[in-house]
């Protein structure tokens, strides 16, 4: 793949984080029992949405580091989930605890990306899933996964944010251009 392939990815990245930080702040508008109030959302609310993606992106990116590519920015440290952790594990109860490791992971994932070769994107990516299904496909096909899986629950927090009363703005990523 060439390199305007992996400046997707980096400009993806910058998004992320760009987005990562204003759900953030625009969260902290809210009570801690607002922001963990049950919305009838998938992981029920914004709180438990946010820690959902931390765990998420933690585990792709343990699953990215775990290749016989070595990426000195995934740290086993910032990766390392308590067994038995699942997509609903609420790893994050404290809410400051959830903005540093969120921020944490932000810049970890922009510096894995600074760093990394774009042969890397057309390797094949090989793992065993949550349900211990072993996966294998391109690098590329798992990395638009990564970021599409934040997109998609992000919007879902700046659904249950509108319905708290509480307007983050314009989302769009040609926003951040």
């Given amino acids: ?22 759900l953030c702040q625009a969260s902290e ?34 699953r ?39 921020d944490a992971l932000d810049e970890v994932i922009e510096q894995w990306l600074a760093g990394m070769a774009p042969d890397f994107l057309t390797s094949t990516l090989r793992y065993t899933n949550t349900k211990g299904v072993q996966r294998a496909h391109p690098a590329w096909q798992a990395m638009t996964h990564f970021f599409n899986h934040q997109t998609h629950h992000r919007g879902q927090v700046t659904t249950l944010l509108m319905q708290a009363g509480v307007d983050i703005g314009v989302t769009d990523l040609i926003a951040l251009v």
Avoid at 1 to 22: E, G, H, K, P, V
Avoid at 40 to 60: E, K, P, Q
């Fill in 29 to 62: 508008s809210l009570s801690d029992a607002e922001r963990k109030q049950e919305r009838g959302a998938f992981f029920g609310s914004i709180h438990h949405t946010l820690t959902h993606l931390v765990l998420a992106d933690r585990m792709w990116l343990h």
């Fill in 64 to 102: 990215f580091a775990s290749q016989q590519t070595v990426f000195a920015a995934l740290s086993p440290a910032l990766l390392a989930l308590p067994e038995g952790s699942d997509y609903s594990s609420d790893l994050h109860p404290d809410w400051l605890d959830l903005r540093q490791t969120r």
């Fill in 1 to 22: 793949m060439s390199d305007t392939s992996i400046d997707n990815y980096r400009f993806l990245a910058r998004y992320n984080r760009w987005m990562n930080q204003r």
